[in-house]
């Protein structure tokens, strides 16, 4: 049972660390206050105007952002909808959280280390400063804290909401998850003090989660290659992305369609044996900066038959200008 998205085991924990003297790190890969404002009377939600994202609600100045364009706007009164005034924050991010843990723990000194507290290198070398010199109990922090960092006196890691990215649409979420857990969860017991790793989780039974939790590179590899290789994903092939973006949504699909038979008949061919298209389709962000995405995914066999597919694909093909071409070899990410 949770108590304002914490569970009784962790703020026990953190009770105990107050006691001795210790550091403890709460982990939540989420900036801002809540992920979304929203209303309870007819269903509005902050949408970002120029994205298929949310406004995430940032209380701290007062501002609604979304963070894949920039586009901000100030917090609404009421509903711009209906007008209720009774408008709510769900969920939670690194601010709401950072507030949940100072009323809970009022004599404890929290510091919160993201993108918003440490905007330059000279912000982010004094919070270090302080947390090395002992002067913060608690730290929360999103995915900038748990990378490389030595604080030898945390002794107490609590990872909130540790499956967030299992959700992402991409063969690669196991993968960054097992390395987000695994890299918090070095963060604890880097001194001469035993560490301690609470895990609060959705999917307890997922094997990135439990091999993260166990340490275990090994299992989580045997798993994760094995579901690469049933669905046919690096590095059993190499990929090629086909990125479009472009205002009318119609033109596009047309050009895409185009493309997506030209690769089916390549496939065909006995030279290339082995290539695969999946779409077109929207992308998992489907518009960003007010502009519609689709993408275009080709699996091939060997780098040599894929390079030489996108360009035979692309070969004598003119789009119309409207249209932006993006060609990513092997991405590292499908968003």
């Known amino acids: 049972k949770?108590?304002?998205?914490?569970s009784a085991a962790l703020l026990a924990a953190l009770q105990v660390r107050l006691e001795r003297?210790?550091?403890?790190?709460?982990?939540?890969?989420?900036r801002g206050y809540a992920p979304v404002l929203a209303c309870p009377s007819c269903g509005w939600i902050s949408r970002c105007r120029r994205c298929a994202a949310n406004l995430v609600l940032h209380l701290a100045d007062r501002r609604l952002r979304c963070h894949h364009c920039g586009f901000e706007n100030g917090i609404p009164r009421a509903c711009p909808s209906c007008g209720n005034q009774d408008i709510h924050p769900f969920g939670r991010g690194t601010q709401r959280l950072e507030t949940t843990l100072q009323e809970r723990f009022p004599e404890a000194r929290i510091l919160r280390v993201?993108?918003?507290?440490?905007?330059?290198?000279?912000?982010?070398?004094?919070?270090a400063e302080k947390i090395h010199a002992g002067e913060a109990d608690i730290l929360v922090g999103t995915q900038m804290i748990s990378k490389g960092l030595d604080f030898p006196g945390v002794t107490l890691v609590g990872v909130v909401l540790a499956d967030i990215s299992l959700n992402v649409p991409d063969f690669r979420s196991a993968e960054r998850t097992f390395q987000q857990l695994t890299q918090v969860a070095g963060r604890s017991?880097?001194?001469?003090?035993?560490?301690?790793?609470?895990?609060?989780?959705?999917?307890?039974?997922?094997?990135?989660?439990?091999?993260?939790i166990a340490q275990d590179y090994e299992a989580f590899a045997v798993q994760e290659l094995d579901y690469r290789r049933r669905m046919n994903y690096p590095p059993f092939c190499r990929l090629g992305r086909l990125l479009w973006s472009a205002e009318p949504e119609e033109l596009m699909k047309d050009q895409m369609k185009l493309l997506a038979q030209k690769v089916l008949q390549l496939s065909a061919e006995k030279a290339f044996s082995g290539l695969d298209v999946l779409g077109p389709v929207p992308a998992p962000l489907p518009k960003l900066g007010g502009l519609l995405r689709y993408h275009l995914i080709l699996k091939a066999p060997d780098a040599a038959t894929l390079r030489t597919a996108i360009a035979l694909v692309l070969a004598g093909f003119k789009a119309p200008a409207a249209l932006r071409l993006q060609i990513d070899i092997d991405p590292v990410s499908l968003m």
């Open 2 to 6: 949770l108590q304002d998205g914490l």
């Open 114 to 127: 993201d993108r918003d507290s440490a905007k330059s290198r000279k912000q982010w070398e004094a919070l």
């Open 21 to 30: 003297g210790e550091q403890s790190l709460v982990f939540l890969n989420r």
């Open 189 to 212: 017991g880097r001194g001469e003090l035993p560490g301690q790793v609470i895990v609060q989780t959705y999917n307890p039974e997922h094997y990135a989660v439990k091999t993260a």
